[in-house]
């Protein structure tokens, strides 16, 4: 699957610890060669028709939104943040 960024993606991405950011590389990186791979935890939200949560770590996670064959990556942060934000 294909995917893009907006900038309030790197907006929150500019944000997280070193670390982080490098998860998010590796979890994007597998998105692009198995969107369904069990560690990225791929998961569709209520909040509206084609929002999609990863996971990046086990304290945070991606949400994109689904846009035909593409995937529009729209927020990442921690899972706190994303329950506050994003209820499944």
Not at 18 to 43: G, T, V
Not at 67 to 82: C, L, N, Q, S, T
Request: charged share 30%.
């Amino acid at each position: 699957m294909k995917s893009r960024t907006v900038p309030s993606f790197w907006d929150c991405h500019r944000r997280l610890p070193a670390h982080i950011r490098e998860a998010a590389r590796k979890a994007f990186r597998l998105f692009q060669d198995s969107p369904a791979h069990p560690s990225l935890s791929l998961e569709r939200l209520i909040r509206g028709p084609g929002f999609w949560s990863v996971r990046v770590t086990r304290d945070y996670r991606a949400v994109g939104v689904r846009d035909g064959d593409e995937m529009v990556w729209i927020w990442i942060g921690p899972h706190d943040e994303f329950d506050r934000q994003f209820s499944r």
